[in-house]
Structure formats: C-alpha cells, structure tokens
C-alpha cells in the first residue's frame, strides 16, 4: 500500500518542471545578455554577405593590416616603410613605384589594396595618405625598361622610393617576391597589397600617379587612349597600335610594340644574323683550301 503523501508530491514535481521549462523558441533565463554579442556579429555578417550577394563574382576578403607594423614599433623599429609599384604590364607609360610611412595616429580609413578600390576611392585616400603619411614616388622610364627589363626596372624605381623618403626608415615592405638592396632590413610580402597596411597605402600612391601621368601623355598622343586604359594591352590599344604604329613612350621589347613598329618603322629594326647561314665567300675558300690540300698530294 502506497503513502497518500507520496501520491500528492509526484504531480507536485511535475508542475514545478513544466513551468520552469521554457516556451518552444523562447529564450532561456539569462540568455539574452550572453548571446547578444553574438548576435550584433553575426547580424553584421549577415548583412555584409547580403550587401555582397548581389554582385557577382565578388568574395569577401580580409583587408590589409597595421599588425606587421606594430609588432616592429612594439621591438623599437621605427619609421617602417611599405612600397609597391603600378605599370609593370602595360604595353606603353613608365613604371611608377612609392613608398609610404604611415603615421600610427593619423591612418586614414579605408585603406586597401588600390586593385580593390574605385578611381574615385583611390583618389580619395590618396589625398588623405599625402596628408598623414611621408610619401615619395619614383619612375622608370620606357627607355630604362627597354635597357635593362621590366624586372629591374621596377626593382629600381622601388629602390629609388624608399631612398626619397623625408625620413630613412629601419624596415621595408615590399610588395612581391623580391628583395630590395636597401640599408635596412627589408622583407618581401607575395600578395603584400593585400595583407600590409603600409604596402597597400603605397599602391594607391603609385596607382593614382602613375594614372595621372598616362592621362597627361594621352594630350600629347591622342587616337591611344592612354587616358582610359592606362597603357595596359586592351583590344582598343592594340588597334590603335596597328593603325598609327608605337610612340616614344611604348616600350620597344614587348611584343605587340614590336610587331608594330616592325610594320609602320622597318628601317630601325636592326637585322638579326643567321649563325647557322652558310655564305658564299665561305663555301669557296673551304673549295680552295681542299684543292690546295689535294694539289700538295
């Protein structure tokens, strides 16, 4: 025989469960303040790949960093440089190369690899970097890339930039795989416009100038269009390549250049010997040197 007393609290424990249960999509007690951090970031995610959807072909990368920069300050290395050029694959304009010493203080919003940003943006920042920043800009010519290649051209042009500045710095970014020989330390970042704050400022540097310089030859050459492709081998440059033939400010050794010049300047197209031709003065003084061998015979 079962206790009345137990019969009564079994229902008893019942209804206190149920009632501290929470409703089906409810909240738990206390949830509210832990998850609302969470969900602010991921509200900004969410809004953020919305805002990306409806464009194609575009995906949300990370932006360019001062994290670099900071671990050298933390060391005591002070001022540290980022430079980076524009112009290495057009087929006409020079090679422009910068190099940028943010201020720790005064770093303009925005600041990305200029690939990444509009003309408009990039004018922008531009502006704002001279104003903050210690700046300096080298150019190579197409005569010097002619001279020496487009690799040492450029390599140059960026060692030029990081010796302009206002201030030598104690160590260099630099975008790309190699090496500048600089008095400081200097260290090459592959993909550095994207990752290096520093590097990233001096690419929209390099970018807009060299922009503005190609709009400034486009007055002195028109029917190129160098003032909306920047010199870069799009199919309108080529035709116009092919009509009117290359100028002073394309660079002789790239293909397209050459076979144009081939066709509209044929006389500066220095004839290049054949090794392997046989002449004819050649045939007849090996015929005589056997007669002469057979003769003494």
């Known amino acids: 025989m079962r206790r009345p007393g137990r019969l009564r609290t079994i229902p008893a424990m019942i209804r206190d469960k149920s009632a501290t249960k929470p409703a089906k999509g409810a909240p738990r ?11 602010a970031a991921k509200a900004d995610v969410a809004k953020t790949t919305k805002a990306l959807a409806g464009k194609k072909g575009i995906i949300a990368v990370a932006s360019p960093s001062f994290r670099r920069e900071r671990a050298l300050i933390k060391r005591g290395i002070w001022p540290v440089a980022g430079c980076d050029e524009a112009g290495r694959g057009p087929l006409a304009g020079p090679v422009v190369a910068a190099a940028v010493i943010l201020d720790p203080d005064r770093i303009p919003r925005g600041i990305d690899d200029s690939k ?19 700046v300096s800009v080298a150019v190579a010519s197409p005569s010097r890339i002619d001279r020496d290649n487009i690799l040492r051209a450029s390599l140059w042009a960026l060692k030029r930039a990081v010796v302009a500045l206002p201030e030598a710095p104690r160590h260099v970014f630099v975008d790309g795989r190699d090496r500048l020989d600089t008095a400081c330390d200097c260290e090459a970042v592959i993909g550095g416009d994207g990752i290096v704050l520093s590097i990233a400022a001096a690419s929209i540097v390099a970018k807009v100038t060299r ?4 709009c400034a030859l486009a007055q002195d050459c028109p029917g190129y269009g160098f003032e909306q492709h920047k010199g870069y ?15 002073v400010h394309h660079r002789s050794f790239f293909a397209p250049v050459a076979a144009a010049r081939a066709k509209h300047m044929p006389w500066t197209i220095e004839p290049v010997p054949d090794l392997f031709a046989v002449t004819e003065v050649e045939m007849q003084v090996e015929a005589s040197v056997e007669i002469d061998a057979s003769s003494s015979l």
């Open 29 to 39: 007690k206390g949830a509210a303040k832990k998850t609302a951090p969470a969900k």
């Open 116 to 134: 990444r940003l509009t003309a408009e943006e990039r004018e922008k920042l531009f502006d704002k970097i001279c104003a903050t920043a210690q």
């Open 211 to 214: 922009d503005r310089l190609m």
């Open 233 to 247: 081998g799009v199919p309108e440059h080529l035709d116009a390549l092919n009509r009117l033939g290359p100028t």
